[in-house]
Nanobody, 123 residues
Framework: QVQLLESGGGLVQAGGSLRLSCAAS????????MGWFRQAPGKEREFVAA????????FYSDSVKGRFTISRDNAKNTVYLQMNSLKPEDTAVYYC????????????????WGKGTLVTVSS
């Protein structure tokens, strides 16, 4: 089992920045690829970003590419999502996710989910 706990959400104005964190506990964090997903009100959950267990490979959705950066610190069992140039359409609950294989993340084939943290971007 891997437990994931997100933090760092909140209210921010358009154009601002936030950094989300996801702390992992349980099984060896460095064995897992990690990802961030989001779900806006009335919409389906969508992929945002993924990072390989080693941190050397990342992948982003087109909607956040160039604005968001995913990173990880295996020594701290934590994955981050730096969000810059935020837009009102980025408003959503953001979920941290873990999967054994990097390709699983972008296919929504997730082994463990966090409970989410709310990000609200005002216009």
């Amino acid at each position: 089992q891997v437990q994931l706990l997100e933090s760092g959400g909140g209210l921010v104005q358009a154009g601002g920045s936030l950094r989300l964190s996801c702390a992992a506990s349980g099984r060896t964090f460095s064995n897992y690829a990690m990802g961030w997903f989001r779900q806006a009100p009335g919409k389906e959950r969508e992929f945002v970003a993924a990072i390989r267990w080693s941190g050397d490979t990342t992948f982003y959705s087109d909607s956040v590419k160039g604005r968001f950066t995913i990173s990880r610190d295996n020594a701290k069992n934590t994955v981050y999502l730096q969000m810059n140039s935020l837009k009102p359409e980025d408003t959503a609950v953001y979920y941290c996710a873990a999967a054994r294989v990097f390709s699983q993340v972008v296919k929504y084939d997730i082994d463990y989910w966090g409970k989410g943290t709310l990000v609200t971007v005002s216009s």
